[in-house]
């Protein structure tokens, strides 16, 4: 047979030793039998046809990174945050590859090595994952700030009189993808335990998020009275802090693990237990695909790695619990007054399809609410570009990304665009504000909630 | 040595001629196990021109040349040979015309398979080739390995759709073979010489294919057993008693519940073999045939056959059919596909065989494959860092090899040989065959520029 023969005629790779990489189970890497069947469900390769930008191009790169055979250069760098972390391929792949746990090693690689570093990449990084996102007080108080820019007059007077020029191009352009800030906090907003009516069906701990938190608190009030109308007790620790999804994606394996911890303490804390609660219930697609991962992050954790274990257990998706809850049918319609009824599409969050495998739940959910069609969304599971802050780092594979996004919904003629991650919101909301269209992003907890509050009035 | 890459930077937009160490890493392999190589440069060639200035340069300067569709071939055919030029055509993917008159498509080279099998559909014809990675595989990959899939049976293999072709000749120069007509006997078919020829005489750069009227019903049904002979017994008294369904695919105990891990779509655990029968045609005719082979199923031995309900539970059961190669790579870290192929009377003897072998060689075998055609896929699923256990592998590749021989029938039903089967071809072609091949292969690239080092040395 041919033997691997890589040493002779490659071109150096001027770059740094892996040391995740490098580490990591050899079995996790040869899982993937480059089979290519994962090629046609990823973005960044659909675009561009060329191998290195496909999950069976970069899991080879990262193959050859932890054999030695290729170092941690700024290509291989670049490459790996060009990916967008969908994970379609995962959902793609029937040899099962563990494409989560190779990427971020890859990225955990690419920060501890530095090859990317600059110094306006590295004060950014620094401002944002190690500080705003690690401190709930923080990043409240910039949410604040930008409310205030919000509701005061001061983004009409710079956007009339063009003075947002002025500012520094980064900004600039980040300027208008900001989401709209929340006068409350879920804190505000959601008391810290709150009770149903009738004795309880099931006790759980509400996780309030970061970026819901700021942008979104009224979907964590919704998430709640769906779960008081289906009888459930709610925990909501205070103050909470970021589930780590964040650090955990971009190479600062360490602050993940830091920011599980706490997440772990706050929710004993206000729980008195984990054992005292049947689950622990996220909003956010994106959080909760990392959430459930918790065991893996602290399992060489020995005063966490049992509690890990605890958590990773009971944390659930607001769908995935409800229906498997058996969820109260809300009675109240949203048809509009003549009766015809509200034509919602689904758009799937990556990580809640792809992360979680959950697909079917919420648009059961959608499909139970009076007065409502649900029309299926094309290509419903391929990314919006959103992809954590991928959107900043990437503008332009971002937008082309919402360009066909925005393109299917349009296809759909729907009036309300459902989904369950924060960021999709953030960035179907900038698409509907680019293209002046009115239609409505909403999280289907927000829908299914004004049925059931109509059930009251 | 010329400076390969300027020089061809000056015919081909420089973007388009990788070189980067990280570039030549994700070129290096196709869908085969262990096969590795190392080209000197990656061109996406975008025309036809580009294609025959390429092929010119290397011609005059001695370089070889591997054509590559998307990688996914199973025989190391597209694994480049260390210092060749990879000649990737993912890029030339235009679908040219459809001729709803006479029933031919004529495409780019480098269109997914999948999308011919689309626009067929959507003009109310078949395009009925369709390999296990048709969503990815290049329609010109297809062509230069021949390929098959799971309609094999009635509707035959991608031979018999091509109608005609333009080529590349080793020279750089352009020729156009075959037409529309459904006859034609105008000298020689020399498309013929190029359908299978795996890149070594010519890159094939357009294509001109065949298609039918869609089959106006179909019906899908699953037969279970706990025996695998029985499945074959089945698949040979089918044929016996004259009937031609579309599809008769089978799976053993270990590759359904591979396929069931990842599709999660309730096939029978329990089962030792399960076959999967489709029958197409006018819907009287379907159902007639359909009845007959649920009879002929249980006379031999199944112990449940069911009817698929509707078209997406039948849609459901292919896809995850097609996904049993890289599902079996689930077990083990290294899993070699095998592609043995006898005539469908010895289908019971041949499994026999496979069982037999994996049992004195203490190995783990899963085998599926295309029964209808005789074609298996016995695949070792093993550890290529087990030096002992590969050594194991190695003989009892050989010995189900020289058996399926023995019976009259081919070491390669429908992958090709590329670098994987090479060291068997001799022994199951002779060597008149080979002399007659080399001939040829001399003929129309008399440098050997060609995919050097393929089928043959």
Known sequence: ??????????????????????????????????????????????????????????????????????????????????????????????????????????????????????ESRSWIRGLLLRGVFTRPWLLRLIGRGMYLYQTSGAEWLMRKFGLIRLAPKNLRELEPLAP????????????????????????????????????????????????????????????????????????????????????????????????????????????????????????????????AVQWSGKVKD????????????????LAEPNGKPLEITYHESCHLCHGQKITKQPRDLLKLIPGVKLIELPESSWCCGSAGVYNITQPEMSMKLLERKMGNIAKTKASVVANG??????????????????????????????????ERQ | MPNL?????????????????????????????????????????????????????????????????SGTGLSGGSVPSNGCVVLCLTQMDKVLELDEKNLTILVECGVITAKVAEIADGAGLLYPPDPGSMRISTIGGNVAENSGGLRGLKYGITRDYVMGMEVVLADGSLVWLGNKCVKDVAGYSMKDIFIGSEGTLGIITKILLKLVPRPQAKKTMLATYSRMDAAADTVSAIIAAKIIPCTLEFLDKITLNCVEDYAKIGLPRDAEAILLMEADGHPAAVEDQAAKMVEIAKQCGATDVQIARDADEATRLASARRTAFSALARVSPTTILEDATVPRSELAKMIRFVQEVGVRHRLKIGTFGHMGDGNLHPTFLTDEKNLDEMARVEIAMKEIFDFAISLGGTITGEHGVGLAK????????????????????????PKGILNPGKIFD
């Open chain 1, 1 to 118: 047979m041919h033997s691997p023969t890589l040493e002779s005629p490659l071109p150096p790779s001027p770059g740094a030793k892996s040391v995740y990489l490098k580490d990591l189970d050899f079995g996790v890497l040869a899982q993937c039998i480059h089979c290519g069947l994962c090629l046609p469900t990823c973005p960044t390769y659909d675009d561009t046809k060329l191998e290195r930008h496909s999950p069976r191009g970069r899991i080879q790169l990262m193959k050859n990174v932890a054999e030695g055979r290729l170092d941690v250069t700024p290509t291989f760098a670049e490459e790996m945050y060009f990916c967008l972390g969908c994970l379609a391929c995962e959902t793609a792949c029937p040899a099962g590859v563990d494409y989560t746990r190779m990427f971020e090693e890859a990225r955990g690689d690419i920060e501890r090595t530095g090859v990317l570093n600059t």
């Open chain 1, 180 to 307: 709209r800030i929340r006068p409350d906090f879920s804190d505000d907003l959601i008391s810290e335990i709150e009770t149903p009516d009738a004795k309880a069906r099931a006790r759980v701990g509400m996780l309030t998020g970061c970026v819901q938190d700021l942008t979104y608190s009224h979907v964590n009030r919704d998430t709640v009275d769906v779960l008081l109308a289906n009888g459930c007790e709610v925990v909501t620790p205070r103050m909470q802090h970021c589930c780590g999804s964040l650090h955990g994606h971009n190479g600062e394996i360490e602050i993940a693990k830091d920011m599980a911890r706490r997440n772990i303490d706050a929710m004993e804390r206000s729980a008195g237990s984990l054992d005292d609660l049947d689950a622990i219930l996220t909003n956010a697609g994106g959080c909760g695909s990392h959430l459930k991962n918790y065991d893996h992050l602290l399992h060489d954790d020995p005063r966490y790695a049992a509690r």
């Open chain 1, 318 to 333: 607001i769908h995935e619990f409800l229906i498997s809850l058996g969820v109260v049918k809300p009675t109240h319609s």
């Open chain 1, 421 to 454: 991650n924060p960021g999709c919101s953030v960035q179907l909301e900038f698409g509907t504000r680019k293209h002046g269209n009115d239609v409505e992003i909403a999280h289907p907890m927000t829908l299914l909630a004004r049925s059931y509050r109509g």
């Open chain 2, 5 to 69: 890459v300027q020089d061809i930077s000056a015919f081909i937009a420089p973007e388009r001629v990788l070189h980067s160490r990280e570039d030549l890493l994700a070129y290096g392999y196709d869908g085969t196990a262990a096969l590795h190589g190392v080209a000197a440069a990656v061109v996406m060639a975008r025309t036809t021109a580009e294609v025959q200035a390429l092929v010119k340069y290397c011609a005059e300067h001695g370089i070889a040349v591997v054509g590559r569709g």
């Open chain 2, 422 to 445: 090479k060291p068997f071809l001799p022994a199951a072609i002779g060597e008149a065959s080979l002399g007659l091949m080399k001939k040829l292969k001399a003929a129309l690239d």
